[in-house]
């Protein structure tokens, strides 16, 4: 069973850094792709990064290209994000998700089937 928890989110300025973690509880973690995703307010929930299980594919939202990163430990369980120059439109609510799929391109949510409950990531200009 995959439960994920994140953390690491807050309020910071423009600019800055900020590492996003997610841990799952669960015994196949390293079987699975996993993807971050946001929610701004008013907005639909959007893909922003993805990592193949044994982390030796990525793929990134346009938006993002070049600023965030994302990682995993499979020894740890965890999955990272981590955030450089940081933007106002970078605000928003951030979900850890876990596919059956080793890999998935182009990601949708549909292609995930387990979510964390999401985190606060706020840009302040």
């Known amino acids: 069973q995959v439960q994920l ?4 989110g807050g309020l910071v300025q423009v600019g800055d ?3 996003l973690s997610c ?7 390293s079987r699975r792709a996993m993807a971050w995703f946001r929610q701004a307010p008013g907005k639909d929930r959007e893909f ?6 044994g982390g030796g594919f ?9 600023r965030f990163t994302i990682s995993r430990d499979n020894t740890e ?19 850890c ?5 080793s890999r998935v391109s182009d990601p949708q949510s549909r292609d995930f089937d387990s979510w964390g409950q999401g985190i606060q990531v706020t840009v302040s200009s």
Do not use: W
């Open 23 to 29: 841990t799952d509880s669960g015994q196949t973690f």
């Open 58 to 66: 990525d793929d990134y939202a346009d938006s993002v290209k070049g």
């Open 97 to 101: 998700a876990s596919s059956r799929y």
């Open 48 to 53: 922003v990064a993805t990592i193949s299980r």
């Open 17 to 19: 850094s900020l590492r």
């Open 77 to 95: 369980n965890t999955v990272f994000l981590q955030m450089n120059s940081l933007k106002p439109e970078d605000t928003a609510v951030y979900y």
């Open 5 to 8: 928890v994140e953390s690491g």
